[in-house]
């Protein structure tokens, strides 16, 4: 049976931009708005303590002005869930943070970590807030977002995306093994970083994943053709992939 793929647009680097030279633009709730109207599912922004791009005032806006779903990616700390707890976003996505750190740079250790994050999960889930967990494809991973009680875990693909020849094929592996696992488990399973138009179609054929979280690429393919034609193609290849890959389950 085809399960719908959504599609989430993370608007970070837009704020990236603008704080490069300071003011208020570009405007990153504008870009959010574009995006919805592209066909995008859901936003997601990424409010980091260093406020490096993303700030409280878009957080603000944004939670005024969508009609989609807003997914908060945050740090676990008190000041965050603070912030989340007061904005009551759609969902929060937990992610680890360091400050010498150009971009996350990779999955949350939630499996020796779960003692600290335990208390997070727990808040967030009894204010109404779906909570996932941005992890690395690794079993024991998810059967710690499971003990926590995280309704849904983000896959990494960074690592799939930055290899090449055999070791993509094996971090493509790690991949679809970790997206059947959360399914088995009963997790929801969404995916991203690093993703293009080059690299998505495989990852938009698991059957597991529900969920494609994109940004850096398609803000930087806005800058030559638009961010509207920069998203509705990124989610043609995606539906195209997944559609083919039915077809062959079915055949």
Known sequence: MTR?????????HVATIRNARGGGLPDPVRAAKLAEDAGADGITAHLREDRRHISDEDIVGLMEQLAV?????????DEMLGI????????????????QERTTEGGLDAAGGKDHLAPFVKALGEAGIRVSLFIEPEPAQL????????PVIELHTGRYCDSQGSERDHQFKRLTSAA???ENLGLECHAGHGLTFDSVGPIAAIPSVRE????????GEAIFGGLDSAIKRMRALMDKARAEADNERSA
């Open 69 to 77: 779903p807003l997914n908060l990616e945050m740090a676990a700390t």
């Open 143 to 150: 059967e710690a977002a499971l003990e926590l009680g995280a």
């Open 4 to 12: 719908t793929l959504r599609l989430g647009i993370n608007i970070d």
């Open 84 to 99: 989340a707890l007061r904005h009551k976003p759609h969902a929060a996505c937990i992610v680890p943070e360091k400050r």
């Open 180 to 182: 059947r696992l959360a």
């Open 212 to 219: 494609l979280n994109i940004g850096h690429f398609l803000i």
